[in-house]
């Protein structure tokens, strides 16, 4: 009885120790613990939009993905800037993340509702998730007290999710957009395959199966992307695979001005390197490479 005791507590310890990161623009932040939002609320400007970025597996408030994502937010747009440390979950073993990420994604909801109750408009909350992070927010969007306005997937987390698991589907938002670089299940309302959405993408080594998990670099692109597309938003622009499915549009632009009215399957070639969109260019692709991915919603 003791040991389980013990276990249960170090559980709540991995939720119980998640916080919110608010930036300034002056190169400050405020550091709350996930259930004290309120001391947010005074910092909040609420007719601007509210960014939540949620980081993906093995990462932390410090990596490479959040400054990146945090710091174009900050220099290219005055939307409110709010990432999640939620790195004792992060760093656990994979089924314990999988598992934790309900009951933080109740904690998360709850700090939302608030923000929303003090005055916040709900179409203007955005949440970006990266790996894990995806399936959190679909998590948070589930708990809300309100509708997402917009989920966008990073490369979303696989892994126990598809068959075992509840995954985001498009049901969770307003508009889902999700950017594949690594194959997966088409979840959003649109879906973007750069460089047809496996890996090696242009610039990455090529991995032995055996290495997958070690392909950071593949994994990176994701975020990569999207962070050009605040800078440049026609940087990255996306052809349709289908015209039945896209509603007739045959370009959008991938990524941060993707319209929120965009439905069916996009894609487009990057460069090996930074910047990495070819603009209309990229726009292209050949149907004969297209790997058929099925959409399943029923989870």
Do not use: W
């Not at 980081?55 to 959040?66: L, Q, R």
């Not at 992070?133 to 309100?146: D, E, K, P, S, T």
């Amino acid at each position: 009885m003791r040991h389980q005791a013990m276990h249960a507590v170090s559980y709540y310890d991995l939720i119980d120790s998640s916080f919110f990161r608010l930036y300034n623009r002056n190169g400050s932040y405020i550091d709350t613990n996930v259930e004290n939002v309120n001391v947010l609320l005074p910092y909040i400007e609420k007719n601007n939009s509210l960014v939540l970025y949620l980081t993906g597996y093995t990462y932390d408030i410090n990596s490479e993905n959040v400054k990146l994502i945090t710091d174009v937010y900050l220099n290219y747009t005055q939307d409110n800037v709010l990432a999640l440390d939620y790195r004792n979950i992060t760093r656990a073993d994979y089924l314990t993340a999988v598992y934790a990420i309900n009951d933080l994604g109740k904690l998360v909801a709850d700090a939302l509702n608030s923000i929303v109750d003090k005055g916040m408009n709900p179409k203007k909350i955005h949440i970006i998730g990266h790996s894990l992070g995806v399936q959190l927010a679909a998590r948070i969007a589930r708990y809300v007290n309100f509708v997402i306005f917009r989920i966008t997937g990073l490369d979303p987390a696989g892994p126990l999710f598809y068959f075992l698991d509840s995954h985001l589907t498009s049901s969770d938002a307003k508009f889902i957009d999700i950017i594949h670089v690594d194959m997966a299940l088409k979840t959003g309302h649109v879906d973007f395959f750069p460089n047809y959405g496996h890996r090696p993408q242009p610039g990455c080594a090529i991995i032995a199966p055996f290495q997958i998990k070690k392909d950071i670099c593949t994994h990176s692109r994701s975020f990569e992307f999207y962070a050009e597309s605040v800078k440049n938003h026609t940087s990255l622009i996306a052809k349709c695979y289908s015209l039945n499915e896209c509603g007739g549009v045959e370009y959008i632009p991938m990524g941060y001005a993707t319209p929120s009215n965009a439905t069916g399957n996009y894609y487009l070639l990057t460069n090996a390197e930074s910047p990495f969109g070819q603009g209309l260019l990229g726009a292209t692709f050949n149907p004969f490479l297209i790997i058929p991915i099925p959409k399943i919603d029923y989870f």
